[in-house]
């Protein structure tokens, strides 16, 4: 037996005799789970700052909040993921009195709000992509601002930035490798454990990689469909 069979023999007694497979599965979860509600909070809270930041600047509120808007998304933007965790995990949060969230809510919460500081910029870049003539179209006929905004030019916009926000909720999900800084249990924790019990990393990170290539590969082509999906229904119209 080469060297390498036995590496993969010493994986496969892990997953099967030790429970391993339990623990990827539910690291799997873990990332999952992480990714998809960071990347939902993310939607709404870009697409809020998005619409505050193409308000017309003519009144002192729309100033001040575009100034908020603009403080949140230096700061998430500026700052590693990682020390965005620890400092809600360790610092801002149990000082606000959140002592009994765990890791995982606090890794959705941060994701979250630094997706959404990325999302904001591209939902902000799409709706500049929609011609103005929408916008004045809207209002023309009675509609409010907000209604107009809502109900003709994000629309609109996120048939532009589909692949963009695709290209985000990617990298959201390799991203999440680094929960484990807070002790969330993650694809990267649960390998690296694996790994650490036999004292053989060789396998058990090949094994991550494939997993992390196959999601990315997955939400490729469901990102792929929906693209098709609203070309047929723009030819359509």
């Given at each position: 037996m080469t060297?390498?069979?036995?590496?993969i023999q010493k994986f496969i007694?892990?997953?099967v005799d030790k429970g391993g497979y339990e623990q990827i599965l539910?690291?799997?979860q873990n990332t999952l789970v992480i990714a998809i509600?960071?990347?939902?909070?993310?939607?709404?809270?870009?697409?809020?700052?998005?619409?505050?930041?193409?308000?017309?600047k003519y009144k002192t509120l729309p100033k001040l909040l575009d100034g908020i808007c603009s403080f949140y998304v230096g700061f998430f933007r500026g700052t590693p993921i990682v020390v965005q965790l620890l400092l809600f995990y360790y610092v801002l949060l149990p000082v606000l009195g959140f002592t009994r969230l765990d890791s995982i809510s606090v890794a959705v919460l941060v994701f979250g709000m630094n997706s959404g500081a990325y999302i904001s910029e591209i939902m902000r870049g799409g709706i500049l992509s929609?011609?103005?003539g929408q916008m004045e179209g809207g209002r023309s006929v009675g509609l409010s601002y907000g209604t107009t905004m809502i109900k003709i030019v994000i629309p609109q916009a996120i048939k532009n930035i589909l692949p963009t926000m695709g290209n985000e909720f990617i990298a959201l999900v390799k991203e999440t490798s680094?929960?484990?800084f807070v002790g969330a249990m993650d694809l990267y924790k649960v390998f690296r454990t694996i790994g650490s019990r036999t004292y053989e990393y060789m396998v058990p990170y090949l094994v991550m990689a494939v997993i992390y290539i196959v999601l990315v590969m997955l939400i490729s082509v469901l990102v792929k469909a929906m693209e098709?999906?609203?070309?047929?229904?723009?030819r359509g119209h």
């Open positions: 060297d390498f069979e036995l590496k007694e892990q997953l539910q690291g799997l509600c960071g990347f939902v909070i993310g939607i709404f809270i870009g697409t809020l700052i998005a619409v505050v930041r193409v308000f017309p929609v011609d103005p680094v929960v484990s098709r999906r609203l070309r047929k229904s723009d």
